[in-house]
């Protein structure tokens, strides 16, 4: 039976390794655009501080904030991580 279930989760190891590299690509990419983004939204707050008031310049902090590296990208690298943690742990199963 284990033998079975080592047949059936090999699709799944050559699934999750494709989406693993696929993912960390695309976080390596949008983790560059992005920080590009949010430095570029930063100046846009503080312009916004100084001519329109308080509310849209923390409106544009907390924007420039999600798309820093700190932010969104960060879940995404996390969630990433995770894939590939799996990856590992189906292949530690067929090669055990």
């Known amino acids: 039976m284990r033998l079975v279930l080592k047949f059936l989760s090999l699709p ?10 696929i993912c960390r690509l695309l976080v390596l990419a949008s983790g560059v655009i992005l920080g590009i983004l949010s430095g570029i939204t930063l100046i846009a ?3 916004l501080f100084l001519k329109a008031g308080a509310l849209p310049g923390v409106a544009f902090l907390m924007i420039a904030f999600l798309i820093s590296p700190y932010g969104i990208p960060k879940l995404a690298a996390w969630l990433t991580g995770k894939l ?3 990856n590992y742990a189906l292949r530690e199963f067929v090669m055990s």
């Open 12 to 21: 799944f190891i050559i699934i999750t390794w494709l989406l693993y590299g």
């Open 45 to 47: 707050a503080v312009i």
């Open 84 to 86: 590939g943690g799996l």
